[in-house]
């Protein structure tokens, strides 16, 4: 299953398929950092410059459904507070890169390669459970039974990985388990992080539902303080029987927090630590900021509203230049621009919240995430590679992603990889796969596919017929060439190019349905919709902007593949030849005649990127595993189901004395060096 039930959190010349050597050798950059990584702002101190004591208060989206991070309705909550009280065999550095964690272990290798894989592993000594039993084969034991998918009664989100193995026993040696695979495993670290006590796995009943209220037994730097018992918050104390660095903070208490309230929260003093939207961000390094400093801003502000939207004629396939209202987008609403002015005139509240959000910094960093534009490529228009292939030349990507990270300070360059992100080891642009904007590209890639514009004499027909230049129905639009639901589409322009007359294939023009997401935290997404959509319109393409509540959005319309267009978003993984296939897999059809799509929502997939991703998770030399990942991305890119936009900026409000905490990128958090500054 996928990292998305994981970590819950939401791609050829035209009509030719390349072959695979140009394809895997087709990366307009071969340099693994690029682009340059914003890895982590964690505000770093050493143990001995913090304090010994103190509670942080650290928000969360929602109260965990479950402890149990292999259960489906595991979130990013589970996860953060199993970080802290489990055993985590290997941890992730800035990179991405996973790191053998000495706390647990002592050694882990592959001890042999044939005639199978067998994996040894040499726990610490001092490692046991906070009831005093020492952590051994029997958790390992446990926990590979009842992942391992053979057992149904076990409500498991995934058991990739574990699958593969065929034996796991005590070894030879004291502390010793050594895991053999049936089948190789390049993957073999990410398993068995978390691990759970035997006590957890050992009975579907156990597993299914006895970690919804608490775990009573832990083995981290902190252990949590009683049940749960459906409270909004989890407190964790201090486990007295961890063996490591003693823990700075008495107390970590991860508190509900909805992203709604997090401003709320904040002005209060009710956290600590918080993940906050765009708006948020702004608000807090505005209430940082001098007087003059403060001034410098608005005129900056005031020069970019007075730029001209094309300079020195701009030539048509040049990409359009952002427009401030976009840019504005996604930051302070009419409130926020209230509260500044109340502030700017003496306002007592707002002098009030200013000093409130003064006790914060806002902690930024590229997120292990990405978003992507999908194309539904299983009917009507993008069912047609040369379509697709159309959509994706027409999208200026770097402008995309300028206009969501460069407001708040973070690298702007676009994503070039759907396995790896920026900073990752083997991180190469494959956008050359598709290749980049190009508006005559984009055209000729239609018009092979039998979507051209209506010449002179027909456009005058369907004039005189009821339709206008751009293909749009004047009685049903009341004459304006604008539709209902078209949001930006449909008119010319704004950032100084003219929209091109609408393509047709048998008369019929070429519209697709654009669903986007609204709610909190999804402006960023709708000005990115509105961009992307004035960017087809430049190659005659209509879009029609459906707006859906965001509680519904992936289940109705991304798992239903009820869409032509949509924005949603991926976490990134450190073993991607696992965690990317079932996303990327070439969609099966099923018995019953429905298609089976795993998690690729774009139901497009060859069966070169099956073989490719099956090829590089039973490959156990790194380099040429990541040769073959490589590989598969490219060949992902020249589908055209999934156009990389940019990694997602992580933005986390943190109190000024809080270190060790904040942005954390990639990184695992080190729990026992989280505390506030002496």
């Not at 394809?23 to 770093?44: E, L, Q, W």
């Not at 935290?521 to 393409?541: D, F, K, Q, W, Y």
Request: aromatic residues 6%; proline residues 6%; positive net charge.
């Amino acid at each position: 299953m996928s990292i998305a039930k994981r970590r819950r959190v939401a791609l050829f010349a035209a009509g030719v398929l390349l072959p695979l050597p140009w394809v895997s050798g087709c990366s307009s950059s071969d340099d693994d950092s690029s682009p340059t990584a914003a890895r982590r702002d964690v505000a770093p101190a050493a143990r001995d410059k913090v304090a010994g004591t103190g509670t942080l208060r650290w928000a969360l989206d929602a109260a965990p459904g479950t402890f149990n991070v292999f259960q489906t309705n595991a979130d990013s909550g589970t996860q953060r507070i199993a970080g802290a009280v489990l055993p985590s065999l290997f941890t992730l550095d800035g990179r991405g890169s996973p790191q053998r964690n000495p706390d647990y272990l002592e050694a882990a290798d592959v001890v042999d390669r044939e005639p199978k894989q067998v994996v040894r592993y040499k726990l610490t000594p001092e490692a046991v459970w906070s009831d005093g039993r020492p952590i051994g084969a029997e958790d390992f034991i446990a926990q590979w039974k009842a992942l391992r998918g053979t057992d149904g009664a076990y409500w498991t989100a995934r058991n990739a990985g574990y699958d593969r193995i065929a034996k796991v026993a005590r070894g030879d040696g004291e502390h010793e388990v050594e895991v053999t695979f049936a089948k190789p495993y390049a993957d073999w670290r990410s398993l068995f992080t978390p691990l759970y006590p035997k006590s957890v796995m050992s009975t579907a009943a156990a597993f299914n539902d006895g970690r919804r209220r608490g775990l009573a037994v832990s083995a981290g730097p902190f252990m949590m303080r009683g049940n749960t018992g459906g409270t909004k918050n989890v407190t964790l104390v201090r486990n007295p029987r961890w063996w490591g660095d003693r823990a700075r903070l008495d107390k970590l208490v991860f508190k509900t927090v909805p992203a709604k309230e997090r401003a709320a929260a904040l002005l209060a003093g009710q956290v600590d630590l918080a993940e906050v939207d765009r708006a948020t961000a702004e608000r807090i390094q505005d209430a940082g900021e001098t007087p003059k400093k403060k001034d410098v801003k608005k005129e900056k502000a005031k020069q970019a509203a007075a730029e001209p939207s094309a300079q020195h004629g701009a030539a048509q396939d040049q990409p359009p230049r952002e427009d401030p209202a976009d840019l504005a987008a996604g930051g302070r609403d009419a409130a926020d621009s209230m509260r500044a002015w109340a502030e700017e005139n003496g306002s007592k509240k707002a002098r009030a919240e200013a000093a409130a959000l003064r006790r914060f910094t806002v902690r930024k960093a590229l997120e292990p995430a990405y978003t992507q534009l999908a194309l539904n490529g299983t009917k009507g228009p993008l069912a047609d590679e040369r379509v697709r292939r159309a959509v994706a030349r027409a999208i200026d990507r770097k402008a995309l992603a300028r206009l969501v990270l460069a407001p708040m300070g973070l690298p702007d360059k676009p994503l070039g990889n759907h396995l790896l992100m920026a900073g990752q080891q083997g991180y190469k642009d494959h956008s050359g796969a598709i290749g980049g904007q190009d508006t005559h590209a984009a055209q000729a890639l239609l018009a092979d596919a039998g979507w051209r514009a209506a010449s002179a004499s027909d456009r005058r027909k369907a004039l005189g017929a009821g339709t206008d230049d751009q293909g749009h129905d004047k009685a049903r639009d009341g004459g304006s060439g604008v539709g209902p639901d078209a949001g930006d589409a449909g008119r010319s322009g704004k950032a100084g190019r003219a929209a091109a007359a609408v393509v047709r294939k048998n008369g019929r023009p070429l519209e697709l349905r654009f669903v986007v997401p609204t709610g909190s935290g999804t402006a960023p997404l709708g000005t990115v919709s509105r961009r992307i959509a004035r960017m087809l319109e430049a190659i005659g393409v209509r879009t029609r902007i459906t707006k859906v509540s965001g509680s519904g959005y992936f289940k109705d319309h991304i798992a239903s593949g009820n869409y032509d267009l949509a924005l949603y978003s991926w976490p990134a993984s450190a073993y991607p030849a696992t965690d990317g296939r079932p996303i990327y897999a070439k969609p099966q059809p099923a018995t019953d005649g429905s298609l089976v799509v795993e998690q690729n929502y774009t139901r497009v997939g060859t069966d070169q990127i099956d073989q490719l991703f099956d090829q590089a998770v039973a490959e156990l030399d790194a380099g040429s595993a990541r040769a073959l990942v490589s590989r598969a991305d490219a060949r992902i890119w020249a589908a055209a189901g999934s156009i990389p936009l940019y990694q997602r900026p992580q933005l986390v409000a943190a109190g000024k004395k809080v270190v060790n905490a904040g942005a954390f990128g990639f990184a695992t958090p080190r729990y026992q060096d989280i505390g506030f500054r002496k």
